[in-house]
Structure formats: C-alpha cells, structure tokens
C-alpha cells in the first residue's frame, strides 16, 4: 500500500519574513527516515478563507497530510475554525484534550507555587486550545500536553493539525507516523541514483527520460545548472523509486547517455 504525504504550513510570520520556515526540511528529513517522501506542500498565511479552501482540498483527497501552525487560542490563530468550516462540522470542546489542559494548568500552578482556580479567566480562555471540529482524535504533545488533532476526511485522507513550535510539532508528527503509519514505512526501499552530465543540454535529453518513465514505474529528475563551482555547467540527471525498479532503470539511463556520447561525471546514490 502506498500513500502519498502532504505538508500545509500557516502563518503570516512566515510570508512577512519575521520568522523562517523550519518545518519543510525536518518533515522532509523525517519521513525519509522512514523510507517516505514528501509528496507536496503549501504555505498559507493567516487567512481564513485561505486556510479553509487549502484544508478543503486536503480531506478532498487521500493524501496524509500534517498542518503545522495556528491552533491555539489566539486571535490570529484560525485553523481549527477553517478545519471545522472545510468539514462542515461544528466546533466542540474534546473530552480528553479537557483533561490534558487542566493537568498542564494543575501542574504549571504547582509549579508556581500557586492554587490552581478553573473558573479564572484566562484559565477559562486555555480550553479554547481544546476546541477540535467535531470527531477529531487527539494527537498527544510530549512537550507539555496540549494535544493536537487529527480529522478524517471525506476522501479518505487525514489531516494532522500540530502546533507551529517545532519543539512541539516534530515529535508529535514521529508520533503519528510510528504510530498511525508504521505499516507504511518502507526504509532501504526508496532510493535515488543520479549522475553528472557536463555540458548536455536537457533538450537533447528529454527523449530518454520520457521512454524512461513509460518503460519503468520510476521518477526521472534533471536539476541544471549553469554556474556550479566544481562542475561548471552541467545536469544532475537521475532516477527515483523503489529501489528494484531505479536500478534497472538506471541502467537504461547510463546506457542512453553513452549512446548520446555524454561525458558523464560523478555518480550518486540517496537511499
């Protein structure tokens, strides 16, 4: 079974060019040490409408999907209301996210030497953090409780929505991908074999890559480049898949690059 992965980020902080994105490379690096890939991704600011028919298309498809930013209780975050209002479903208080909030603010209390009070204000505002579209599942925060949420949607994906903190949204998204995807993990079998091409033009080129790809249930990249301080002007051309159909593949490639009369550099291999 094969499912593909999709990365949603929110944030305005991110567009402005207050804060850079971190989220990209480590989803990229944890779904690789797993054996997956990271299919797509979006940045959405802090736009209702535009978080809403990004969320729409994702519980569109069946894609498994991690939505990092925008769940607290703050009035700039609004994911969890455009998750509810791409669902069509009505927003409620989670039971159990209930309980891990009021442990994490019993426990900050203590910590303070202070008496916990529920019914104070801002103690009050903190359960909003907990309002999840109806049916959602939570997703645990080994940081300091307040979960997450997942919600199914009608395509067969999921959506998994983390905080905007990597030191919060990182393990929590391991935790769903060794919890809820373990079956899926294929390490050693996803590979990348590539070679250096000096001086080709991918015109030239193109031919070979598409009867590639009708030929083998494989990928065929080609990343040009005009100014590299080693290599000068060349293309990096290569193959992706799983490992069995890249190395007969591959093959191909090298053996249609000779034909070319290509003058053919450094060789390498990604698992």
Known sequence: ????????????????????????????????????????????????????????????????????????????????????????????????????????????????????????????????MGVFPVGARIIPNPYNRIPGFTCDGAGGGQVHFVPGFPVMAWPMIEGVLDTQYAHLHGQGTWQERSVIVFGAMEALLTPLMEQIERDHPVKVFSLPSVDHPTFGRHIELGVKGASEGVSIAYAQLIAGLAEHGAQLGPEMVRP
Request: hydrophobic share 40%; net charge negative.
């Open 1 to 128: 079974m094969t499912r593909a992965f999709g990365l949603i980020i929110v944030g305005d902080e991110i567009l402005s060019g207050k804060r850079s994105d971190k989220h990209l490379p480590k989803v990229i690096e944890l779904l690789a040490q797993r054996g997956l890939s990271l299919s797509w991704m979006r940045l959405v600011g802090d736009d209702r409408e535009r978080i809403t028919s990004a969320l729409r298309d994702a519980f569109a498809g069946d894609d498994v999907v991690f939505c990092c930013g925008g769940i607290g209780a703050t009035p700039d975050d609004h994911t969890r209301q455009c998750a509810a209002a791409a669902l069509g479903v009505d927003l409620a208080l989670h039971p159990q996210a209930k309980l891990l909030i009021e442990a994490r603010m019993r426990d900050t209390a203590a910590e303070r030497g202070e008496v916990f009070e529920p019914d104070r204000a801002d103690n009050v505002h903190r359960f909003n």
